[in-house]
């Protein structure tokens, strides 16, 4: 299941890819702050997003591909002004695809680039139920520092989140 997946750069040309993947991963799981709508968001403004992101040496959006395919997608979104020694990250992994080290490909990358970028300090936000997704992160040396209680509700129930954060200094 393994073989044939190369991460690699999300480009301006991935956009309606991405697009389409968003709103199938949004469908698959409560887990997310988007569901099976995606963002509201344009090709022609994905595609300048994707670009915006490939300028930005703070900023990085990966993608997992197997055969051509999307099956994941992580991004470090970097802060301005006095956080610029920080991002956001995110990440997110076909259902069909979980629990098969996919996540930890893109995690792996994700921290090399921080690294070699000046990203000093990476934050994430994670339901508190998922605790597939929290035990990868916790894998990789991130820690809990608190809680967000109802942080998204879907359908009237609140989900509360775990904030965590990895310090690479």
């Excluded at 591909?65 to 920080?86: A, D, F, Q, T, Y």
């Excluded at 076909?94 to 680039?113: A, P, T």
């Excluded at 967000?148 to 009237?156: C, F, L, Q, T, W």
């Amino acid at each position: 299941m393994m073989e044939n997946i190369k991460i690699r750069e999300a480009l301006a040309e991935d956009a309606e890819q991405i697009i389409a993947y968003t709103k199938l991963v949004g469908g698959e799981t409560e887990n997310l702050t988007f569901g099976e709508s995606g963002f509201p968001i344009t090709l022609e403004q994905e595609e300048k997003f994707l670009k915006h992101v490939h300028d930005d040496k703070t900023s990085v959006h990966l993608i997992a591909c197997k055969n051509g395919e999307i099956i994941g997608n992580g991004s470090l979104s970097g802060l301005p002004r006095r956080m610029s020694h920080r991002a956001e990250l995110g990440l997110t992994v076909k259902k069909d695809y979980w629990n098969l080290g996919i996540g930890s490909m893109l995690m792996k990358k994700l921290i090399e680039y921080a690294k070699e970028n000046g990203i000093e300090i990476i934050n994430l936000e994670v339901r508190n139920d998922n605790l597939n997704a929290i035990h990868l992160y916790e894998k990789f040396g991130f820690k809990h520092i608190g809680t967000s209680p109802a942080y998204i509700k879907i359908n009237g129930y609140y989900a509360d989140f775990e904030l965590m954060y990895l310090d690479l200094r």
